[in-house]
Structure formats: structure tokens, C-alpha cells
T-cell receptor
């Protein structure tokens, strides 16, 4: 079974600074997807970024980028120029390439961005 | 922008009662999911649904749970006899095809008293 581990329960960063959230996963599969979801206080789950395992290039979405290390099974999220609105829980998630987006989530990292 | 809509946003029910949580997935999506998040814990997969049948379910999704797509637009989760431990945030999600990400609704907070 796949597992996703987020070892940082909480992180703090000041506005405009850069922060990196860690995620490791365990799988025997070769083809899969990795995601970062943001959950603000409203509790809605919002997709931040996704990465296909077959792609070597790291995904980037504006201020958000990932460092995908397939051999190490590591998938960290870097947030540049942090904004107050980035304050949220961030969940790393894994999905096999089976045709269904059955997501396995990590336990989350609570990020606090302060002025 | 299309979105997944869930109703109600918050439901309080007495233990032993039946509840139905409703979801309207994005209109051209074909894959539907329910997830659960107990307060302070991680999000857990409950069930996936495609072509009018369950494709996969987790251990959590026991005989007390059922899903239905009654009219081609709604996707419902029914809990027949609620327990205190069913109190959680329930998220509906949908995806367009097998290779696109799932979009989540805003969740329904279920409180069983």
C-alpha cells in the first residue's frame, strides 16, 4: 500500500520569504501522480500543483514549485514570495496511474505566514 | 469557473439517524469520489464511482454507507444509521478523465450528537 509522509506538522514564514514543505512517499509503482493541496480555514481542498512521475521536469505554478526526486521518493513544495493568503494546511497526496484519482494523503503541514 | 458544489455546508444529526450528503460534480466529469476528514486528521478516501457503479471503496465504507447518482447531475452519499464517529468533514470530488486531477467541493461538516 502507498503511504505519504509529511514530517513537518507546522511551519512558519514571514511574508515575502520562501518556505519549503517536505513530503516523502512509498510506492512500488512506476507510474503515478503527486499533488499538493491547500486547505485554508474555509476547509475547502484546493489543488496547488501536480506532478506526473514520468516527467523529469519539476512542475511550477507561479510562486509554487516542486522538487521531485523520484529515486528518493521525495516531493517537496517551495513557496516563493509568501503571502498572508498562503496561510493554510498543505497536504501532499499520491495517486496511482490506474484511471482513478484515488488520493492517498499525508497528515498535512500547517503553514503560517506572518507579516 | 466550473466547481463542485456540496449541500448542506453543515448538518447536525442525532445518532442512529440517516443522513444524505449531496454533491453536484462538474458537469462533464465522469469520475466521482467521496473523502472524509475527521477533525485534525488527514483526508481519507471513502469511495470512487464511475459508469454508475462503485469502482473502489475503502475499509471505512462499510454497509452503513452507500452512494448514488440518481439523476445524472447529483451524486449522493448516504449514511444509514449515523454513529458519533461519523462526525467529520465530507468532501465530494470529481475528475474529467483518468489522467486529470480531482476537483473538490467545499465540504459538508457532519456533526452526530
Amino acid at each position: 500500500a502507498q503511504t505519504v509522509t509529511q514530517s513537518q506538522p507546522e511551519m512558519s514564514v514571514q511574508e515575502a520569504e520562501t518556505v519549503t514543505l517536505s513530503c516523502t512517499y512509498d510506492t512500488s509503482e512506476n507510474n503515478y501522480y503527486l499533488f499538493w493541496y491547500k486547505q485554508p480555514p474555509s476547509r475547502q481542498m484546493i489543488l496547488v500543483i501536480r506532478q506526473e512521475a514520468y516527467k523529469q521536469q519539476n512542475a511550477t505554478e507561479n510562486r509554487f514549485s516542486v522538487n521531485f526526486q523520484k529515486a528518493a521518493k521525495s516531493f517537496s513544495l517551495k513557496i516563493s514570495d509568501s503571502q498572508l493568503g498562503d496561510t493554510a494546511m498543505y497536504f501532499c497526496a499520491f495517486a496511482q496511474n490506474t484511471g482513478f484519482q484515488k488520493l492517498v494523503f499525508g497528515t498535512g503541514t500547517r503553514l503560517l505566514v506572518s507579516p | 469557473e466550473p466547481e463542485v458544489t456540496q449541500t448542506p455546508s453543515h448538518q447536525v444529526t442525532q445518532m442512529g439517524q440517516e443522513v444524505i450528503l449531496r454533491c453536484v460534480p462538474i458537469s462533464n466529469h465522469l469520475y466521482f469520489y467521496w473523502y472524509r476528514q475527521i477533525l485534525g486528521q488527514k483526508v481519507e478516501f471513502l469511495v470512487s464511482f464511475y459508469n454508475n457503479e462503485i469502482s473502489e471503496k475503502s475499509e471505512i465504507f462499510d454497509d452503513q454507507f452507500s452512494v448514488e447518482r440518481p439523476d445524472g447531475s447529483n451524486f449522493t452519499l448516504k449514511i444509514r444509521s449515523t454513529k458519533l464517529e461519523d462526525s467529520a468533514m465530507y468532501f465530494c470530488a470529481s475528475s474529467g478523465d483518468s489522467n486529470t486531477e480531482a476537483f473538490f467541493g467545499q465540504g459538508t461538516r457532519l456533526t452526530v450528537v
